[in-house]
C-alpha cells in the first residue's frame, strides 16, 4: 500500500544546530507539503514543492529550507534550531486540488 | 485573507447523542471546503470535503457536513456519536495563490465523547 513516512518521529537538538527531517511518499504525488502544529495556531505551512526541483516558500518559513531532487523525497533542515522551532512537524502529499495525505508527524524539541 | 474559524476548542458529547462541530469561512469565490481528524500521536487524515454540488457531504467514519452559504459554515455533523470518535477535528479551506491550491487549517476542535 501507498504510503508517506516521516522519520525520525522523535527529535531532541540543541540551539544553533542543523536538524533535517525526513519526509518519504509513495504516492508518486507531485505536490509535497511541510507543516508544523502548535497549539491555538491549528496547521500552518512551511514549505512546499509541486515537483521536482521546485520548492516554494509558505507562510511560516524563516529558518526553514526544503529540496526536492526526486518525486518520494521532501527533507526539511533547520539551518539554526531555534527555542521557537520546538513543535510538531507534519509532512503531506497530494495530487493538485485533491486532499492531502499526512505523515505521522516528528515531534521535535530544541533545548 | 482567506480562513476558517473553529470558535469552539473543545466539545463534549455522550455516546449516542448527535455531534456538531463548528467551522465558519471567508473565502472570495466558490470555497472548496475540507475536514481532516486526528487522532492521538498521529497525521491528519481526511473525512470529506465540498467542492460543489449537494449541500450535504458525506464522508468517512459516518460523518456528514452541511454546507451553508448564506451562512458562511461548513458544520460537521454525526447522528450518534462513538467513544471512538473522540479527536481532534480540523476544518479546512483550499485557496488559490498565483496557480498553487493550499490548505488553510482552523486551529482545532477536541472533541470528546463520554461513554
Known amino acids: 500500500d501507498a504510503e508517506i513516512t516521516q522519520s525520525p518521529r522523535h527529535k531532541i537538538t540543541e540551539t544553533g544546530r542543523q536538524v533535517t527531517l525526513a519526509c518519504h511518499q509513495t504516492?508518486?504525488?507531485?505536490?509535497m507539503f511541510w507543516y508544523r502544529q502548535d497549539l491555538g495556531h491549528g496547521l500552518r505551512l512551511i514549505h512546499y514543492?509541486?515537483?521536482?526541483?521546485?520548492?516554494n516558500k509558505g507562510e511560516v518559513s524563516d529558518g526553514y529550507s526544503v529540496s526536492r531532487s526526486n518525486t518520494e523525497d521532501l527533507p526539511l533542515t533547520l539551518e539554526s534550531a531555534a527555542s521557537s522551532q520546538t513543535s510538531v512537524y507534519f509532512c503531506?502529499?497530494?495530487?493538485?486540488?485533491?486532499?492531502?495525505?499526512f505523515g505521522p508527524g516528528t515531534r521535535l524539541t530544541v533545548l | 485573507a482567506q480562513s476558517v474559524a473553529q470558535p469552539e476548542d473543545q466539545v463534549n458529547v455522550a455516546e449516542g447523542n448527535p455531534l456538531t462541530v463548528k467551522c465558519t469561512y471567508s473565502?472570495?469565490?466558490?470555497?472548496?471546503l475540507f475536514w481532516y481528524v486526528q487522532y492521538p500521536n498521529r497525521g491528519l487524515q481526511f473525512l470529506l470535503k465540498?467542492?460543489?454540488?449537494?449541500?450535504l457531504v458525506k464522508g468517512s467514519y459516518g460523518f456528514e457536513a452541511e454546507f451553508n452559504k448564506s451562512q458562511t459554515s461548513f458544520h460537521l455533523k454525526k447522528p450518534s456519536a462513538l467513544v471512538s470518535d473522540s479527536a481532534l477535528y480540523f476544518c479546512?479551506?483550499?485557496?488559490?495563490?498565483?496557480?498553487?491550491?493550499?490548505?488553510?487549517f482552523g486551529t482545532g476542535t477536541r472533541l470528546l465523547v463520554s461513554p
Open positions: 503531506a502529499s497530494g495530487t493538485r486540488g485533491d486532499e492531502q495525505f
Open positions: 504516492w508518486n504525488h507531485n505536490n
Open positions: 514543492s509541486y515537483g521536482v526541483q521546485d520548492t
Open positions: 473565502v472570495s469565490g466558490n470555497p472548496y
Open positions: 465540498y467542492i460543489t454540488g449537494d449541500n
Open positions: 479546512a479551506v483550499r485557496v488559490l495563490n498565483t496557480g498553487f491550491q493550499k490548505l488553510v
